[in-house]
């Protein structure tokens, strides 16, 4: 925080966040990006909690995820402050969580939904289903016709909401340059 004109205010903090559906790079870009601008990137709670808690998960458990992932963000949040970090990024939000939520009951709670609105992020980049799938113990949709399903869920939503959008494709460096030249055009303004 700082004084400007007898006012506090946050460091300007540009809150990034990497979307998509599983195994399309998010978590590689994140760690890209923040080495790139020498900044932070928060990463995904889900994976820590199934990984301690098993992936036969239930309703339940996507808002304890959600809960987690928003407590991840606030401390990482926090720490690029204290640092006067110009970026975060930020792998998945509750737009995630509403999605994959929606797509396996068929319902959301409340309070993610909610958070999906107020949680404020100045750019998202939508990562695409171009890459060779890469299975790991957690990941649950190796087929490419349900992931372009999901892509185009998120496609979607990302197409009615107004926080700035750009589609991640093609090979890491391509996707990485996509993605330095929308968060450089977005430093500027």
């Known amino acids: 925080m700082d004084i400007l ?7 300007m903090l540009k809150k990034i966040v990497v979307i998509g559906p599983e195994s399309t790079g998010k978590s590689t870009l994140c760690q890209q990006l923040a080495q790139h601008y020498s900044t932070s990137w928060c990463p995904e709670f889900a994976r820590e909690y199934l990984l301690a808690n098993g992936t036969n998960y239930k309703f339940s458990d996507l808002l304890k995820i959600a809960k987690g992932q928003i407590d991840l963000e606030e401390k990482y949040t926090t720490e690029a402050i204290k640092r006067s970090s110009q970026f975060l990024f930020i792998d998945t939000d509750m737009t995630v969580l509403k999605v994959w ?3 396996v009951f068929n319902k959301c709670s409340s309070w993610i939904l909610k ?4 949680r404020k992020y100045d750019l998202y980049l939508l990562c695409k289903n171009d890459l060779p799938w890469i299975a790991d113990e957690l990941r649950e949709y190796p087929d490419l016709k349900t ?3 999901l892509f ?8 009615k909401q107004t926080t700035p959008w750009v589609l991640i494709e093609g090979d890491s460096d391509k ?7 929308a968060i450089d055009k977005l430093s500027i303004k």
């Not at 869920?153 to 990302?158: A, D, E, H, L, S």
Request: charged share 40%.
């Open 175 to 181: 996707r990485l340059e996509i993605a330095i030249a």
């Open 5 to 11: 004109n007898g006012k506090r205010r946050c460091a």
């Open 147 to 149: 992931r372009d399903r």
């Open 152 to 159: 185009l869920i998120y496609k979607n939503r990302m197409e």
């Open 101 to 103: 939520s929606e797509f």
């Open 115 to 118: 958070q999906a609105t107020v």
